[in-house]
């Protein structure tokens, strides 16, 4: 198994430009998120998905959509990028968030 | 909302030293996980554990459910034990909406 991976591992945007965050998981997991790092933080709750078809918000959403048409895939949209979007971004999955959950190896995200 | 603190924040070990980092939080949580960040950033799970004592090698971890509180000890420290260590606490009802603390920084001396 792969476990959980993303695309890309690093990534320049210009201030209002738009972009997808891949996440892919060949786990069979049910349930995916996305969560930011930032300097000196720990992590934070983006979006959230507990299966195909269904999303919500977690701690930090605005200026990001996400969808979940399959069980694998869970990518991450950002709309007009804001320099305030700079930051580390984990994809996570467990089998039903009641288990341990699985990171994937990050994607740094630079907006200028 | 729930507080997640982890102390100390900063650690400096020599090689072959012992630690015990502690996570404290202020609410009733459904479960509680430890993980390790190393210097490249990979985010590595050490433990899933929502009371009682696990070990894995040279680590353990204790949770005290209703103190509200998870220790992670390393024994024996090694180099490569090097980087952040992190809790996070657990809610079900959120897809397994994980909280966590700021983490504690470890350096391990050789």
């Known amino acids: 198994n792969a476990g959980v991976t993303q695309t890309p591992k690093f990534q320049v945007l210009k201030t209002g430009q738009s972009m997808t965050l891949q996440c892919a998981q060949d786990m069979n997991h049910e349930y995916m998120s996305w969560y930011r790092q930032d300097p000196g933080m720990g992590l934070r709750l983006i979006h959230y998905?507990?299966?195909?078809?269904?999303?919500d918000q977690g701690e930090v959403p605005n200026g990001y959509n996400v969808s979940r048409s399959t069980t694998e895939d869970f990518p991450l949209r950002l709309l007009s990028a804001a320099p305030s979007q700079t930051s580390v971004y984990f994809c996570?999955?467990?089998?039903?968030?009641?288990?341990?959950?699985?990171f994937g190896p990050g994607t740094r995200l630079l907006v200028l | 909302g729930i507080q997640v603190e982890q102390s100390p924040p900063d650690l400096i070990l020599q090689e072959g030293a012992n630690s015990t980092l502690r996570c404290n939080f202020s609410d009733s949580v459904n479960n509680l996980q430890w993980f390790h960040q190393n210097p490249w950033g990979q985010l590595i799970n050490l433990f899933y554990i929502p009371s009682g004592t696990k070990q894995n090698g040279r680590l353990s971890a204790t949770t005290v459910a209703t103190e509200r509180y998870s220790l992670l000890y390393i024994s024996s420290s090694q180099t490569t034990d090097s980087g952040v260590y992190f809790c996070a606490v657990v809610f079900y009802n959120q897809g397994g909406k994980l909280i966590f603390g700021q983490g504690t920084e470890l350096s391990v001396k050789p």
């Open positions: 996570a999955s467990s089998y039903r968030g009641r288990e341990t959950q699985y």
């Open positions: 998905s507990v299966g195909a078809g269904i999303t």
